[in-house]
T-cell receptor, first 114, second 113 residues
Framework: DGGITQSPKYLFRKEGQNVTLSCEQN?????MYWYRQDPGQGLRLIYY???????QKGDIAEGYSVSREKKESFPLTVTSAQKNPTAFYLC?????????????FGPGTRLTVL | QQQVKQSPQSLIVQKGGISIINCAYE??????FPWYQQFPGKGPALLIA?????SEKKEGRFTISFNKSAKQFSLHIMDSQPGDSATYFC????????????FGRGTSLIVHP
């Protein structure tokens, strides 16, 4: 059963802590993405990766870091430098190529800073 | 700068009515326009998409209308049902680049029974 999994579903963080959100896909997609969703703000791109061991900053990368050591995995670390990390985080993947393709989204992780 | 403007932010319709969500863009290089549907607590999923070489695309009760000269496109949901209650995002993508869509801010649709 192919798809994207994100864990945990809910995450609570104390101020000053780094936390890592997991994203795994078994769709054999080359490209993976992290978005942040806030009410009324739509989906804002944090980081994306189109190939293993390579990734690019999106529109709101400050305070976040990623790695892409495996094709299937694209974890996101929310660092203590992120001033307002409480949000819903979505991971997505897609085929890479020379034409627009559908993005497949995971179920999301809701991060709350206490 | 918001490249894709979506309206309204929220929409309430009665069961059986027509829901209309509008999007406008500035960048004429956009050439692929998908719509995503998101239910509460879930990730978005592709609903329907259109390219600018056609003015309309219909899939069941969902229709995209595209006006290239006005740089606008809209989603029409005919015979709206309570199960259509969700957040809808329009998006736009440029071919030849990274193909990462630029999303509108979303419309929260509530369909009353």
């Amino acid at each position: 059963d192919g798809g994207i999994t994100q864990s945990p579903k809910y995450l609570f963080r104390k101020e000053g802590q780094n936390v890592t959100l997991s994203c795994e896909q078994n769709l054999n997609h080359d490209a993976m993405y992290w978005y942040r969703q806030d009410p009324g703000q739509g989906l804002r791109l944090i980081y994306y990766s189109q190939i293993v061991n390579d990734f690019q900053k999106g529109d709101i990368a400050e305070g976040y870091s990623v790695s892409r050591e495996k094709k299937e995995s694209f974890p996101l670390t929310v660092t203590s430098a992120q001033k307002n990390p409480t949000a819903f985080y979505l991971c997505a993947s897609s085929l890479a190529g020379d034409r627009p393709v559908e993005q497949f989204f995971g179920p999301g992780t809701r991060l709350t800073v206490l | 700068q918001q490249q894709v403007k979506q309206s309204p932010q929220s929409l309430i319709v009665q069961k059986g009515g027509i829901s209309i969500i509008n999007c406008a863009y500035e960048n004429t290089a956009f050439d692929y326009f998908p719509w995503y549907q998101q239910f509460p607590g879930k990730g978005p999923a592709l609903l329907i998409a259109i390219r600018p070489d056609v003015s309309e695309k219909k899939e069941g009760r969902f229709t995209i209308s595209f006006n290239k000269s006005a740089k606008q496109f809209s989603l029409h949901i005919m015979d709206s049902q309570p199960g259509d209650s969700a957040t809808y995002f329009c998006a736009a993508t440029i071919s030849g680049g990274s193909y990462i869509p630029t999303f509108g801010r979303g419309t929260s649709l509530i369909v009353h029974p």
